[in-house]
């Protein structure tokens, strides 16, 4: 059993190869490419749209919710980034269910990743927001003490984040692997709808931490001032 797809080599030359985790990533940004012409060559703005069009506007809404719930801020700023990292993993996490795919997710060295595009779109959305000088404060509050384990924390969460999602796919293709040679002809339909299942709830949950972890660095507080303000405005 191959616990990751970097193990399966398609092509090798010197100290050059090309193994599943690569052409399988392809395969995936490919669907992600020709999907997305197809379903918005012919986007309409009048009352009969199409089922596909349907389709597109409720996942977007759907998205743009979750990142407003979870960053309490207009979520167009994030909704390429977030979306996505999402539909990345959805898909390839989906794509599982044809024989013979093996998702990239699998790999540690997609999900590490998947896990630095994070690491350096936290700052970066921070910065956008706040300003260098302002995102660099968080870091030394309540104290310049707190410098060192801010730093730390944000090198853990990356690693978690990679951890978490590799672990998660690469267990579950373990456990069917077992099911599926105890009892081959029982498990098969059973299985794949539930690797299904558990793959966009994992997509779905890389999602949204990515998403708190910008939401941290872009929230601006207000301070005693504003508040002591606003209290004054109201009375008034």
Known sequence: ??????????????????????????????????????????????????RRQNLLETLVTFMNDQIRATSRQEPGRFLPFVGTLFLFIAVSNSLEIFPGFEPPTGSLSTTAALAICVFIAVPFFGILQKGVSGYLKHYIKPSVFMLPFEVIGEFSRTLALAVRLYGNIMSGTIIVGILLSIAPLFFPIIMEVLGLLIGLIQAYIFAVLAMVYIASATSVQK???????????GGK
């Open 1 to 50: 059993m191959e616990l990751s797809p970097d193990s399966t080599i398609f092509w090798q030359w010197g100290p050059i190869s090309l193994n599943a985790t690569i052409v399988f990533t392809w395969v995936v940004m490919a669907v992600l490419v020709v999907g997305s012409w197809l379903i918005t060559r012919r986007l309409s703005v009048d009352d009969h749209v199409s």
């Open 223 to 233: 301070g005693p001032e504003s508040a002591h303000a606003k209290e004054d405005k």
